[in-house]
């Protein structure tokens, strides 16, 4: 952290900044002793080190959330709409039409096939997201995605679209752990929730828009292709076009935007020192990867991510026939699912916004829990008799909660891993989980089991029990964490109480400095060091 005087004298060091910024030299010619650092570190070691001051921040951050922002909430949008094409297709007749047998569990493999690719190309993600350049890389794996979507229209028994969907999984599988990295190198702690929340939410807005397109695609009458053929083809058609302008304009860090100047470049770098998670190195430690494996809370928030992840695979496979159960035609199902959708948005968004005005994640995840128990409990209680049809409703749409606790997790375990490599091998783990998750949720329910679907609705209640009680043991160890380097910082002689600048906002900033000035003395310098959150005693750990 700045020391007073630095501050004080902001205006000098502005004048001096730019003259600086201009003589940074090209990454490629970097010292060989400086490989492995964070590229952050290379960009700011040949300047003086600045200070942000709040309307920089918001002057930075808005051109950041006008760049990234809409590339992230399209992508993620269009990931929803194909992985949930099939839950759509079943209600226009996927089953019949491809001859599935509806006593078996068939269908319910299609569904889990995605993420058996998923959870088998976690290991193969996690490396080239340290070493390939993100942005090209997203791109890349939109487009293949894409057209597998639209092969998938080829596709007309259970073998053709088992292989398709396989494929689908796996170039879909590194998409929310890129953006999970895009969203950490780019954005402070404090603004992370709400950004992961963002394009978490896109979940809801499928759901509601979804709903809608595939309504109206259902109702064309092709003499060649099936309702669900016409569903596949639309969307693939679509996302390979996106993929291209993802090409374009998403940048591979904030050291090589085009759309920030040099000045510009170092502002956005440096207002990430608090986070004290780096930004990219682009080298591979395996120390790190070992210490993400031998992390205990690794390995809680793996089995918070698998625990919700078997309710969501389940429903968001199962849930539009749940919905049918109730007594209602395929069009009316489709459109009695888009509440559902506005649920999740309001769960999502609400959750991220409650968290970060908390800066807490614990307490928030706990609260999300509670509409899945009771909306579980009514379906499992209430008949399904055609006057019970509202009630059945209320109870499903309280499930909906659960997507408001996914992105709280992710940003729970990122805003709390340091290192470059570990952060992607963590969330590599994570994603392992969900995956796991969503293989195991889709059997809790066969189609044979309808109207009750009772194994799977006892399962998902165990399950969101079992969430809270993993919430409160990892927000135990991580205090047992923050203890230990607080007690290390006042053995190296720096500051124990420090003030976490990286969790307050723009407005807060301005009147945290003073304080932050006298209880910071020390901490930060090693902020692009690439240490792991174990390692580095500056390290702040959220609750």
């Known amino acids: 952290m700045a020391s007073p005087d630095t501050i004080s004298h902001d205006q000098d060091v502005r004048k001096n900044e730019v003259n600086t910024i201009e003589a940074i030299p090209d990454q490629k010619t970097q010292p060989q002793e400086k490989r492995g650092r964070d590229k952050a570190a290379e960009l700011l070691s040949s300047t003086e080190r600045i200070v942000v001051t709040p309307e920089d921040n918001r002057r930075i951050l808005r051109k950041i959330d006008l760049t990234i922002l809409p590339i992230l909430l399209v992508v993620y949008c269009l990931q929803s709409l194909d992985k949930t094409t099939l839950s759509y297709a079943s209600v226009f007749g996927l089953i019949e039409d491809a001859n599935l047998n509806p006593d078996s569990d068939e269908y319910s493999w299609l569904g889990s096939i995605v993420y058996i690719a998923q959870l088998v190309m976690q290991p193969a993600v996690a490396f080239l997201l340290v070493k390939l350049p993100i942005g090209k890389f997203t791109a890349t794996m939109v487009f293949l995605w894409g057209a597998i979507l639209c092969c998938m229209t080829a596709a007309h028994n259970f073998a053709g679209l088992m292989a398709t969907r396989f494929l689908l999984g796996a170039f879909e599988a590194s998409v929310a752990p890129a953006f999970i990295a895009i969203v950490q190198m780019w954005y402070r702690r404090s603004e992370q929730t709400n950004r992961n929340a963002a394009w978490y939410a896109m979940l809801g807005v499928v759901n509601i828009l979804g709903s809608l397109l595939t309504y109206g695609l259902g109702h064309i009458d092709s003499p060649h292709l099936h309702s669900y053929q016409v569903i596949f083809l639309f969307c693939g058609l679509l996302t390979v076009v996106v993929s291209i302008f993802v090409f374009i304009f998403m940048p591979d860090s904030p050291m090589e935007a085009k759309f920030l100047n040099r000045d510009e470049k170092v502002i956005a770098t440096e207002r990430l020192r608090m986070n004290q998670m780096g930004v990219a190195s682009r080298v591979w430690k395996w120390d790190h990867a070992k210490e993400a494996f031998l992390d205990l809370k690794t390995w809680l928030w793996f089995a918070m991510l698998t625990a919700v992840s078997i309710p969501s695979g389940g429903i968001s496979t199962f849930g539009p026939l749940i919905i049918k159960a109730f007594g209602f035609g395929k ?30 994640k614990s307490p928030v995840l706990i609260l999300l829990c509670i509409p899945p128990i009771i909306g579980i409990i009514i379906l499992m209680v209430v008949g399904r008799e055609k006057k019970h049809r509202g009630t059945l409703l209320v109870g499903y749409y309280l ?145």
């Not at 968004?349 to 409650?354: E, S």
């Not at 399962?459 to 135990?476: E, G, K, R, W």
């Open 399 to 543: 499930t909906s909660f659960y997507p408001g606790i996914s992105p709280l997790i992710y940003s729970w375990s990122g805003q709390n891993t340091g290192g470059d490599t570990k952060r992607k091998v963590t969330t590599g783990l994570l994603f392992v989980g969900a995956s796991a998750g969503n293989i195991i949720g889709p059997h809790l329910f066969t189609p044979g089991e309808a109207p009750h679907y009772s194994r799977g609705l006892r399962s998902n209640l165990a399950l969101f029990v079992a969430i809270v009680v993993l919430v409160l043991m990892a927000a135990a160890w991580i205090r047992v964490l923050d203890q230990k380097h607080a007690t290390r910082r006042a053995e190296l002689g720096k500051a124990v109480n420090v003030v976490d600048l990286s969790m307050e906002t723009s407005r807060q900033m301005e009147k945290a400095e003073e304080t932050a000035n006298a209880e910071t003395g020390g901490v930060g310098e090693k902020a692009f060091d690439d240490e792991t959150d174990l390692k580095n005693e500056d390290f702040i750990y959220l609750y």
């Open 331 to 360: 069009f009316e199902t489709i459109l009695f699912n888009m509440p559902f959708g506005a649920v999740q948005m309001v769960a999502t968004l609400g959750g991220a916004w409650l968290a970060t005005r908390l800066k807490k």
